[in-house]
C-alpha cells in the first residue's frame, strides 16, 4: 500500500510564506505525476499546482507567480512553496500522485494524502 504523508499546513498571516511537503512510501515502482489540490469550505476541490515526471509544470492561474511546485524524485517528495499568500488561499491542501506499485497488474493509479490545513488569516 501507498502512504502520502503531508506536512507544512498551519496558520499565517497575509503576505506570509508556507512550504507543503508530501512524501510518498511504500513498494514504490515509479511515480507519474505529482500534484497539490485544495479545497474550501463549500466549494469543489480544485488543482493548484502539477508536475510530470520530467519537471513540466501547471499552475491554477490564482497562484500564478505565488507558488512554486518542485519534487525530490529521490525522497519520493512533492513541494509547494507558498508566497504571498492571501485569505482566499485559505483550504484543505491534498497532495495527489499518480504511481505504480511493484507487482502492480494495473499500471498506475492516483493517490491522495490526507490533507493538510492552510488558513490564511490576520
Known amino acids: 500500500q501507498v502512504q502520502l504523508v503531508e506536512s507544512g499546513g498551519g496558520l499565517v498571516q497575509p503576505g506570509g510564506s508556507l512550504r507543503l511537503s508530501c512524501a510518498a512510501s511504500?513498494?514504490?515502482?515509479?511515480?507519474?505525476?505529482m500534484g497539490w489540490y485544495r479545497q474550501a469550505p463549500g466549494k469543489q476541490r480544485e488543482l493548484v499546482a502539477a508536475?510530470?515526471?520530467?519537471?513540466?509544470?501547471n499552475y491554477a492561474d490564482s497562484v500564478k507567480g505565488r507558488f512554486t511546485i518542485s519534487r525530490d524524485n529521490a525522497k519520493n517528495t512533492v513541494y509547494l512553496q507558498m508566497n504571498s499568500l492571501k485569505p482566499e488561499d485559505t483550504a484543505v491542501y491534498y497532495c495527489?500522485?499518480?504511481?505504480?506499485?511493484?507487482?502492480?497488474?494495473?499500471?498506475?493509479?492516483?493517490?491522495w494524502g490526507q490533507g493538510t490545513q492552510v488558513t490564511v488569516s490576520s
Open positions: 511504500g513498494s514504490i515502482f515509479s511515480i507519474n505525476s
Open positions: 495527489n500522485s499518480k504511481i505504480r506499485l511493484v507487482g502492480d497488474i494495473w499500471g498506475a493509479r492516483a493517490y
Open positions: 508536475i510530470t515526471s520530467e519537471g513540466g509544470t
